[in-house]
């Protein structure tokens, strides 16, 4: 299983590096863009609600393939300020989406660590081929 990992800057302007990075390293794969938006979302949080986003903050993403999946991986550097959950935001809130857009093109998702660190993984598992209905 293939493993690529990179270290990023905490700062808002590299989660346009890390989604080229993740297209590039996920050509050809059909769950690319799936992988390429949970990354930002990953990210984001990681920016927003950790120490990941202070200076001079980073935040390390590492992806896996194995059988035309994909392993999303995000860790940042602790000092949350509240756990990562999947929040019900009202409709004009900007915020509280992203984990719930990760749980739902993920098959699981893992939350691992604590307020010194967390890494958050996502599971894409493969596409399934469309059915071929002989007539």
Request: glycine content about 10%; aromatic content about 4%; charged content about 20%.
């Amino acid at each position: 299983m293939p493993t690529y990992r990179r270290t990023f800057p905490g700062r808002p302007e590299e989660l346009r590096n890390v989604r080229q990075w993740t297209r590039h390293i996920l050509s050809g794969s059909p769950r690319v863009e799936d992988a390429a938006l949970v990354v930002t979302e990953l990210g984001s949080n990681a920016l927003l609600h950790t120490a990941s986003g202070d200076e001079p903050g980073t935040f390390r993403v590492s992806l896996a393939t194995s059988g035309g999946g994909i392993t999303v991986s995000v860790a940042d550097l602790g000092a949350a300020k509240n756990e990562p959950s999947v929040q019900d935001p009202a409709e004009e809130d900007p915020h509280g989406r992203g984990l719930g857009l990760v749980v739902a093109l993920a098959q699981h998702v893992d939350i691992d660590g604590d307020e010194h660190g967390r890494t958050i993984t996502a599971y894409l598992m493969p596409v399934p081929a469309e059915p071929v209905i002989a007539c």
